[in-house]
């Protein structure tokens, strides 16, 4: 099967500018989760799609926001770039039932705000 | 909410040598606990899980142990080899049918002197 894949993989932004990611899941994995990877803050989690829902959350102001669409293919959107929104943001498939937990990540998409 | 604290936080061995690095969380709640493996520039990578119902788990060079009374959870490598240079993270995450969210730990760089 195909991994998990993410585009872009680099982007460049101005503050104030808003971005969306695209996270495409491994085939027949239903749950995608971002996470965020600085170097200060470690890899931190932004929220949790599954069937076209938001599951759960972590604590990320409102400018960070995202969807599933029907496919399981996810966006992520971020409004109102800051410089600190810098960082490697991941998103990781996972098929999501009582047997079946693992997480698999995508290579990321680099985000550099100036 | 769930934390987790790794340590060390670096770790050099010789070509070899056994390296151990611990974790401890703080949600009795948590019942799945991966490790992930990330190369410089390389997306995080699987390498092992244990759930709360398993003490122990073993594969090939690598084992994880689980303490759930103490809340911790250790990866050991045997035998190391350069290429396992890297940095290693904990993870742990309640898991059930409404939600799943992996909290980690810092990180440990372990490098592997040939």
């Known amino acids: 099967k195909a991994g998990v894949t993410q585009t872009p993989r680099y982007l460049i932004k101005t503050r104030g500018q808003q971005v969306t990611l695209s996270c495409s899941p491994i085939?027949?994995?239903?749950?995608v989760s971002w996470y965020q990877q600085t170097p200060g803050q470690g890899l931190q989690f932004l929220f949790e799609y599954f069937s076209e829902t938001q599951r759960n959350k972590g604590n990320f102001p409102g400018r960070f926001s995202g969807r599933q669409f029907s496919n399981s293919r996810s966006e992520m959107n971020v409004s109102t770039l800051e410089l600190g929104d810098s960082a490697l943001y991941l998103c990781?498939?996972?098929?999501?039932?009582?047997?079946?937990?693992?997480?698999?990540f995508g290579p990321g998409t680099r985000l550099t705000v100036t | 909410g769930e934390n987790v604290e790794q340590h060390p936080s670096t770790l050099s061995v010789q070509e070899g040598d056994s390296a151990v690095i611990k974790c401890t969380y703080s949600d009795s709640a948590s019942n799945y606990f991966p490790w992930y493996k990330q190369e410089l520039g390389k997306r995080p990578q699987l390498i092992i899980d244990?759930?709360?119902?398993?003490g122990e788990k073993k594969d090939q060079r690598i084992a994880v142990t689980l303490n759930k009374t103490a809340k911790h959870f250790s990866l050991h490598i045997t035998e190391t080899q350069p290429e396992d240079s890297a940095v290693y993270f904990c993870?742990?995450?309640?898991?059930?049918?409404?939600?799943?969210?992996?909290?980690f730990g810092t990180g440990t760089r372990l490098l592997v002197s040939p």
């Open positions: 990781a498939s996972s098929y999501r039932d009582r047997d079946s937990y693992e997480q698999y």
């Open positions: 993870a742990a995450s309640p898991m059930n049918t409404g939600f799943q969210k992996l909290v």
């Open positions: 085939s027949g994995h239903r749950s």
């Open positions: 244990i759930r709360s119902n398993v």
